[in-house]
């Protein structure tokens, strides 16, 4: 596959379609077994996929267990991203914490359970308010001296935020949703990342399954974290998006590929250091992924894709509030 050069200061190689480990411990149920997941983020490393993408909040901790068993023989041929943000107790998440000493204490359990002595990709997973980023920025500074980390990055932070931070410490990427059906990124985010050099990966680039066509479900049972969510939880929302699922599948007909592959291809065409990282648990949804690396668009499509895209509106909310209040504005 081919790969993408994140951040211009920092720069990291990864390829172009990254995997989303989220899905293989949580949010989306029936969740697979743990040894089925290892041989499957082994399967994706052979399948072409080098870059993958953990947090030590997803379990808590067994995605990252994962790909340690998963990856430790081939470590120096990818390239894992996790996070640290959240305050973990008894193995629940009960509220954001990026003190120092918190961002160290996770450093070190991610690299244990990732069976590394480094973390290619370090993203403060959401901004704490109660500390400054001026404090996050310095640790990860001291943990990127001792080798334990060579890049970092954030999620779902403001732009205010962002310039602030690489000011202090160059950032490579910027982790946020962005997809055909959530396009808020375009307003203020994309221009700053363009300005200031910095790659940005795309979670939920199917739209949590959306965008394939192929989510046949209106009701979610209560461990899916779409059954809180708006845009899913409204059967009135999925409906009216009818329309854009048509014309995804119209163009996808016409370029001879799927709808998800057409997705992501339209991420990929966007700019040239944005990589999409769609979650799957299914190797035929995979290899599916991968193959939007060959799409491509001449320049007559672009524009009447972008065109039509336009003028399609989305309709609902992508979180709740509960959710909302950890995104900084």
């Given amino acids: 596959m081919r790969t993408v050069i994140l951040g211009k200061e920092s720069p990291l190689a990864v390829s172009a379609v990254g995997l989303g480990c989220m899905g293989m411990v949580s949010a989306y149920p029936p969740i697979p077994q743990k040894q089925d997941m290892i041989r499957f983020a082994r399967e994706a490393f052979e399948k072409g996929e080098t870059f993958f993408d953990t947090a030590e909040v997803y379990g808590p901790y067994t995605s990252e267990e994962i790909l340690g068993e998963a990856l430790h023989d081939v470590r120096d041929q990818v390239q894992i991203a996790t996070k640290f943000g959240f305050d973990i107790q008894n193995g629940v998440s009960v509220g ?52 334990k980390v060579l890049h970092w990055g954030m999620s779902e932070v403001s732009v205010r935020t962002i310039r602030k931070a690489h000011a202090l410490l160059p950032l490579t990427a910027i982790q946020n949703e962005y997809s055909m059906w959530y ?22 680039p199917l739209g949590r399954g959306y965008l394939t066509g192929k989510l046949k479900e209106t009701r979610f049972p209560s461990q899916d974290v779409r059954s809180g969510m708006p845009r899913f939880s409204s059967e009135e929302a999925l409906r009216a998006h009818q329309d854009l699922l048509d014309f995804l599948q119209d163009q996808a007909e016409k370029k001879g590929c799927t709808m998800a592959q057409l997705a ?20 035929d949804r995979l290899e599916e992924n991968i193959g939007a690396a060959g799409v491509g668009f001449t320049p007559e499509e672009w524009k009447s894709l972008n065109e039509k895209l336009d003028q399609i509106r989305i309709y609902g909310a992508r979180y709740n509030p509960q959710q909302e209040s950890m995104v900084e504005i």
């Fill in 183 to 204: 396009r808020d990124v375009e307003n203020d985010l994309l221009p700053v990342l363009e300005e200031l050099g910095i790659g940005l990966v795309c979670f939920c």
């Fill in 264 to 283: 992501l291809a339209w991420l990929l065409a966007k700019r040239p250091w944005i990589v999409p990282i769609p979650g799957t648990t299914k190797l």
């Fill in 96 to 147: 954001l914490d990026s003190r120092p000493e918190t961002i160290r204490k996770a450093v070190e359990g991610s690299l244990r359970r990732l069976k590394t002595d480094h973390i290619d990709l370090l993203y403060q997973h959401r901004a704490d308010p109660k500390v400054p980023v001026e404090a996050v920025a310095e640790t990860v500074s001291r943990l990127m001296e001792e080798g």
